[in-house]
């Protein structure tokens, strides 16, 4: 169980939180020229949307989440695994 949430923080958390971050500090600042608050919002908003596409991937997967895990440890330090 421990192995699929932290690949979901892998590869899906970190654009949730961006997201809502982007999205959040677009809404704050009221002086921002409206087309870049609007272009902040639209890329905050693609981001949460990626989170869920990246999300729907992981639960359809046929690969067990050892594995995945196993295989992005493995890229981030260069190695290829079979």
Excluded: N, Q
């Excluded at 997201?19 to 809404?27: D, K, P």
């Excluded at 002086?31 to 999300?55: D, F, K, S, Y």
């Amino acid at each position: 169980m421990w192995d699929g949430i932290e690949l979901w923080l892998r590869k899906a958390g970190g654009l949730l939180l961006t997201g809502v971050l982007m999205t959040g500090y677009a809404f704050a600042r009221e002086r921002w020229w409206l087309p870049w608050r609007v272009m902040v919002i639209l890329a905050g908003i693609g981001a949460v949307v990626g989170c869920g596409v990246e999300t729907w991937k992981l639960i359809r997967s046929r690969e067990s989440a050892k594995t995945a895990l196993d295989r992005l440890e493995a890229a981030e330090h260069g190695e290829g695994v079979s």
